[in-house]
Each structure stands twice: as C-alpha cells, then as structure tokens.
C-alpha cells in the first residue's frame, strides 16, 4: 500500500511539473508609459516623480533633436507640456544659450 501511494504521489508531482513547463510565460508589460505611444527613433525618460521628457533622436525626423519635457497633473489626469528645447541647436550655437541662466 506504501508502494502504491508514493507512485501516486510521484505521478502527481511529475503532472505538475509537466503543467508548469507547458504552462505559456506571461509577456512583460512595462507600467510606464503605459498612455504614451514611443515610435522608433524616440525615448521616454523618467525625470521625477510625475515628469518625463520624450527624446527625438532619430535622424530623418524634422524634430530631430527636441526633448518635450512633461508633467503628470493629478488633477487633469494627463501630461501638460512644461518645455521644449533643443539639445542639438544648443551644441552648434551654445552662444545662445548662456550657462547659469
């Protein structure tokens, strides 16, 4: 009888295991931006609690270059636009961007 329960037991724990090699692994979906549709060529990077700002650094875009600096509002529930620059127009003519300022 102790024979015959282990080998039920055995074929039990082989069935649960064959159940979890089979079972489908869950795909990873990032949490944020979860709201934003990223294209390539563009990144999103967290800056703080509630701002982001969204890269362009493709090169064949018109915008190639621009950061867009967001902020949650809490209350809207949605990304007010706070900034735009341009990192690649302060690189080529830093003498209008004076530092400190």
Known sequence: MSDKSTKNIMIGILICLIVIALKPVPSFQPE??????VLAGESVVQLGENRIAIVDNSLNSGMHGEVFVLEFSEDKKTFDLIGRYNYIDFFHNP???PLGK
């Open 32 to 37: 944020f931006p979860s709201s934003i549709d």
């Open 95 to 97: 003498q209008n961007y």
